[in-house]
């Protein structure tokens, strides 16, 4: 394991996806379904609307005064196992560690660090039982859950370590969830799109934290996912958009499965009920979740498996 020292500015070489109506793809489904506004936005709970609120405050905390006295870091290894023990403390319960690599940073942008913290939190299960609006609630309080542990951990850095660091969430970022959490062994990526991680599945939220701090790097890890979601068809069966495909491409030796964006926005935006079936159905919930996610596939096998999500069912 190395501790991942390097100067100089990192150029980020892959394109973001825009959010909302600053992405063209949403807008020509909108225009070609004689939309002209988000359903989904239109429709936000208070409870979204405060946790967004929260967010947006923490902004001008992403960066911030570094303190005079750095510690200097003998040993990565320790420091690594230091920040993960520092994050999980204030709340997270997946912490990784991984060089910054070009892909990883948005196409354009500069990273002036050589280390990104990973920080992942979960959502709780049971919420799908409970109709798309809790689901929607639940994300955008794991959401703000993990802006809170990262602005937290980059002001610890700076102050109590004396190193610079900047935290990335839903308040600005120009880091690429994915690569990271997959380089920093959150897991594998699954036919739905999503990282699925061996005890949450795909529901938990990531933020992120980049500094040269130095710290020991973590791995990627395999425990079966990609070979599952091969032969599985599961998430396909519940996608009532079929925007997701049964064939695989190969990117950088990383299997992948591209998820049809078009298809999906007409479930997953463009309507006031949040979607989220193909990560709610996901057959990797179920080890964790056995009575719920027995209670929440009957559901669906009641409604019929591609019929939008739906409010709770008697189950």
Not at 6 to 31: C, F, N, W, Y
Not at 66 to 84: L, N, S, W
Not at 180 to 200: D, P
Request: proline share 6%; aromatic share 8%.
């Amino acid at each position: 394991m190395s501790s991942g020292w390097s100067h100089g500015l990192i150029t980020g070489t892959t394109k973001r996806r825009e959010q909302g109506l600053a992405d063209p793809l949403l807008v020509q489904v909108m225009k070609d379904m004689g939309m002209e506004s988000v359903p989904l936005y239109d429709g936000q709970s208070e409870a979204r609307k405060t946790f967004n609120g929260r967010i947006r405050a923490m902004a001008a905390s992403r960066s911030g005064p570094v303190g005079p006295h750095r510690r200097e870091v003998a040993d990565p290894a320790a420091m690594a196992q230091e920040i993960k023990e520092k994050a999980r403390s204030l709340g997270a319960d997946l912490v990784g560690v991984c060089a910054v690599h070009p892909v990883m940073v948005d196409e354009g942008a500069e990273c002036p660090y050589a280390n990104v913290i990973a920080i992942g939190h979960h959502e709780s299960y049971q919420s799908v039982l409970q109709g798309p609006a809790a689901v929607s609630d639940e994300a955008h309080r794991a959401y703000w859950m993990v802006a809170k542990i990262a602005t937290e951990l980059a002001i610890w850095i700076r102050e109590e370590l004396g190193w610079d660091a900047l935290a990335h969430h839903n308040g600005g970022t120009f880091i690429q969830a994915v690569p990271v959490m997959w380089q920093c062994g959150f897991g594998e990526l699954g036919k739905h799109g999503s990282l699925i991680n061996e005890k949450f599945g795909a529901s938990f939220r990531p933020s992120f934290v980049t500094t040269d701090l130095p710290m020991a790097h973590d791995a990627p890890v395999s425990f079966g996912v990609q070979d599952r979601c091969t032969a599985c068809r599961v998430c396909m069966n519940n996608c009532p958009g079929d925007a997701i495909p049964d064939e695989f491409s190969i990117d950088m030796g990383v299997k992948r499965w591209l998820t049809d964006v078009a298809k999906c926005y007409p479930y997953s935006r463009l309507r006031t009920e949040y979607c989220h079936l193909c990560v709610d159905s996901c057959p990797f919930n179920a080890p964790n979740h056995p009575v719920d996610y027995r209670a929440f596939m009957t559901e669906r096998k009641k409604y019929g498996y591609k019929t939008p999500k739906t409010a709770q069912a008697d189950v």
